[in-house]
């Protein structure tokens, strides 16, 4: 464990020194979990947080990628650090996911003040990645004065991204219905700028028209009024627009004490999700639980058992569960 925690603690100290290598193998344990991950995260949270982190998310197929090369390109060359942080799918199936940041990111790629990183979701919800948090406060830490995260394509329910960073951004495109429906569901609430990329589609300003009636019907939790911008990122349009209602909402939030309301909700999940992973970590290691795993599967699979009662066991070996039902024993293949 000494060792270990002075493997961390040298990471640490070279990211504070904008090392992008030790940055990168740090994002590894975090993305990788396990009792590194923890640590690190622990450490972490001593930084304080000096970054304006801004998440971008919509519907497939808008342009987010493009709209964040253009913000990223404006904000180096205003001689700002940036960090780019792309959440992409993770397959289902085979549990890859496609990583494309270099193609996505070709304008800005290689300049000395940005770092990217891509992530997969892991089949987590939300648009985003259950490591994204620490790979965001990694690039704090590196001191990155901006932090953009790109989430994978959303829908009604999935806006995970707004509970991580300060402003969240909602594009979308003209002739998509659908997003807007969405947006009527609650979505809009979740999202402090509104964008209509592809500005130069002859129906933008159709859906243009659409938005501002939903804003003008909706309601921001903290009484922020969102903004609507039109963009065609491929060409830089509307970027100076964006910035300004970027830079507008962080303004609106240091007057009311640089508090992001949705911060506090996200933090009593996170305590919450730590819980869970560290009473899962402890049941795995006390009753050799991966390793009877592919048992317990099939029992459940077979019929002759169900996943209640045999966690209910699980947490009876582990003297956590006091009260379990009338009869929780269940096979164990290794014998022990």
Not at 121 to 135: E, L, P, Q, S
Not at 262 to 290: F, P, S, W
Request: a neutral charge; hydrophobic letters at 40%.
């Amino acid at each position: 464990m000494a060792a270990e925690r002075l493997i961390i603690n040298n990471l640490l100290s070279k990211v504070k020194q904008g090392n992008k290598k030790s940055a990168s193998w740090l994002m590894r344990m975090i993305e990788d979990g396990g009792p590194q991950a923890g640590a690190i995260l622990s450490r972490l949270y001593d930084f304080s947080a000096t970054a304006h982190r801004i998440g971008i998310t919509g519907w497939p197929g808008v342009g987010k990628s493009t709209l964040v090369n253009a913000l990223a390109k404006a904000y180096l060359d205003e001689g700002r650090r940036v960090g780019i942080v792309a959440v992409d799918p993770t397959s289902p199936y085979s549990g890859g996911s496609l990583l494309g940041d270099r193609d996505r990111f070709r304008d800005v790629d290689g300049h000395p003040d940005l770092f990217i990183r891509s992530m997969a979701t892991r089949g987590y919800g939300g648009g985003v990645g259950k490591a994204t948090r620490g790979i965001v406060k990694v690039m704090e830490a590196m001191g990155q004065d901006v932090v953009l995260l790109e989430t994978v394509g959303v829908g009604q329910d999935q806006v995970g991204v707004s509970a991580i960073v300060d402003t969240t951004i909602m594009v979308t495109a003209p002739g998509l219905g659908d997003f807007l429906q969405s947006l009527k569901a609650g979505v809009l609430e979740a999202g402090e700028i509104l964008v209509v990329n592809k500005a130069d589609n002859p129906n933008a300003e159709q859906t243009a028209a659409d938005l501002t009636a939903l804003i003008e019907m909706g309601r921001h939790p903290d009484g922020w009024k969102p903004r609507l911008v039109l963009t065609v990122a491929t060409r830089g349009t509307g970027i100076d627009d964006l910035l300004k209602s970027i830079r507008d909402h962080r303004l609106f939030r240091q007057q009311k004490g640089g508090v992001n309301p949705r911060h506090k909700i996200a933090a009593r999940q996170e305590i919450l999700d730590m819980i869970r992973e560290q009473c899962l970590n402890a049941v795995a290691c006390r009753t050799g639980l991966y390793t009877r795993l592919p048992d317990l599967v099939d029992q459940v699979f077979q019929g002759r058992q169900d996943p209640l009662r045999i966690a209910q066991a699980l947490l009876k070996e582990c003297n956590l569960c006091d009260d379990p039902s009338e009869d929780p024993s269940i096979e164990d293949p290794s014998g022990e």
